[in-house]
């Protein structure tokens, strides 16, 4: 089965260097560089997962994992983040967030915590 993702960041760089880390491995099918855009996208795709920032502009990443666990309640949404937001990443873990890596991240970290969030989230 071809998962089926959604990369969401401000930071073009960071989702460029997301997207190349999970193309080799699922098909990325959308990025979004705000929160509204990752909900927008997130409804019209309907991602077997997200990749999710916490700091972004419009609507941060923890208002827009409320609003995607709302519309599904079994999407699984990564959050990939800065070291430096650990009480928010626990806010993120509060409002359902099925795992996080910390920029920067190693491939393989992001890869390992994407197959663990994403076989917990598909049960």
């Known amino acids: 089965m071809t998962i089926n ?10 989702r460029t260097i997301v997207k190349e880390t999970l193309s080799s491995w699922m ?20 991602p077997d997962l997200v990749t999710m920032d916490i700091m972004m ?4 990443g923890i208002k827009a994992l409320r609003v995607i666990k709302e519309i599904s309640p079994n999407a699984v949404v990564v959050m990939v983040t ?22 920067p ?6 890869i390992d915590e994407i197959e663990n969030a994403h076989e917990v989230g598909v049960r």
């Open 27 to 46: 098909n990325v099918i959308g990025t979004a560089e705000n929160g509204i855009e990752a909900v927008e996208q997130y409804e019209f795709h309907k």
């Open 5 to 14: 993702a959604l990369v969401v960041d401000d930071s073009s760089f960071q």
């Open 82 to 103: 800065s070291v430096s937001q650990k009480e928010k990443m626990r806010k993120a873990a509060r409002h359902g967030a099925d795992g996080y890596v910390t920029k």
């Open 57 to 60: 502009p419009e609507m941060n």
């Open 105 to 110: 991240f190693d491939s393989k970290d992001l």
